[in-house]
């Protein structure tokens, strides 16, 4: 009797063993991956969008103040106003705001795209101009 109470006992433990197993193996595997990290920052060449009104410029420094953020101008930041290229000097205080930056790793903030004025879209809105076809929209009077 004391045998089978035995051979009983050693099966429930190999069994119990084999079936733990798999799942311990599985819980290591988990644990050796690093952590995935959340980023900010789009991958590629997109970067970050921001939009708001500019609060200062300065032209020596080639920087960009939005609220509280400051965005570094390089020679690599694309510029237009109203669709149209343009320069840092073309930028005006109180003026809206729109683009794309990238966060270095010091911290800094590099200006990638920077649109002064509204988008082209509003602005032509704005003016009277048919977004589709681009043509001055016609009055009751040329009906």
């Not at 051979?7 to 311990?24: E, F």
């Not at 809206?96 to 004025?117: N, S």
């Amino acid at each position: 009797m004391k045998k089978n109470i035995l051979r009983i006992a050693v099966l429930s433990l190999l069994a119990t063993a084999i079936a733990v197993a798999p799942t311990q193996t599985l819980a290591q595997e988990k644990q050796d991956k690093p952590a995935v990290e959340k980023k900010t920052e789009p991958k590629g060449d997109r970067g970050i969008p921001f939009h708001g009104k500019i609060t200062a410029v300065d032209k020596t420094a080639k920087t960009v103040t939005v609220g509280e953020r400051v965005f570094l101008v390089t020679a690599e930041t694309r510029i237009k106003k109203l669709g149209k290229p343009a320069k840092l000097d073309d930028a005006v205080v109180g003026e809206e705001i729109g683009g794309t930056y990238i966060k270095g790793d010091d911290g800094k903030l590099t200006a990638k795209t920077l649109r002064f004025g509204p988008k082209p879209e509003v602005a032509a809105k704005a003016e009277g101009k048919d977004e589709a076809k681009g043509q001055e929209k016609k009055g009751k009077k040329d009906k």
